[in-house]
């Protein structure tokens, strides 16, 4: 690829970016059986309980029973922790978008940071259900 002029720099940026654009990293859908749990910590003594719908190094979409989604606004700070396996991985993510019972969060810490080389504790798990996925 070569380099980009200034206009076609322009041209980007005054673009956006529709939603179903932004990733640039696979998500690895997590089955139902799989059951994937998931913490979010979004204030002092506020923690609600889901589930996992998809997963990939750089965020998560996650689904939350009736009642129990976080009561954040778009692009807050929460906590994600994710239980696999009996261990847990604690995440600083962003809110990221809000469909009904669904939110999907962004983990800025990962986003630009090579997990593949520092064997993330993420990456492990997107391995080991890739490999559950392949086995099926």
Not at 1 to 14: A, C, I
Not at 79 to 104: A, N, T
């Amino acid at each position: 690829m070569g380099k980009s002029t200034s206009s076609e720099k322009v041209l980007l940026r005054s673009v956006p970016i529709p939603q179903r654009d932004r990733r640039n990293v696979r998500r690895m859908s997590v089955k139902l059986h799989q059951m994937l749990p998931v913490a979010i910590r979004c204030g002092q003594g506020t923690v609600c309980q889901g589930r996992v719908l998809n997963l990939s190094v750089q965020g998560m979409l996650v689904e939350f029973p009736h009642g129990q989604i976080p009561p954040v606004p778009m692009d807050a700070k929460v906590s994600v922790k994710l239980h696999y396996l009996g261990d847990s991985i604690w995440l600083p993510g962003l809110v990221r978008h809000r469909k009904g019972q669904k939110m999907g969060f962004l983990f800025p810490s990962l986003a630009n940071h090579s997990t593949r080389a520092a064997k993330h504790p993420l990456t492990v798990v997107l391995h080991s259900l890739s490999r559950l996925v392949a086995a099926s």
